[in-house]
């Protein structure tokens, strides 16, 4: 299951912002954002779709990108899928009363 982020391009950019991360966003088409860390770690978020990914012109970008935006989404329960054997649930509540 794909990685997908519960919300919208201004909570998407609050949840980057908090990664304490320095870089630049680009709006793409098609709904395609896309934050570019100063260090080369690049994540992409489709509006329609609100999958996430990530890329990097190294390993180590790559994944410092990724963990610290994991963290920060996870904590706000904004993240839905799975991710490195990691299953998030979002904002999803059951459908059954207590």
Known sequence: MQLKF??????LK????RTEMDGEWRELKYGHKQFRTD???ILNWWETTKTVTFQGHSLA????LTQAFVAV??????LLGEYR?????????????D
């Open 6 to 11: 519960l919300g919208s391009y201004a909570k």
């Open 14 to 17: 609050k949840c980057v912002s």
């Open 39 to 41: 260090d080369g770690g």
């Open 61 to 64: 970008a790559r994944e410092e």
């Open 73 to 78: 989404a996870s904590a706000g329960r904004r």
């Open 85 to 97: 054997g990691r299953v998030f649930h979002g904002r999803l509540r059951s459908l059954y009363a």
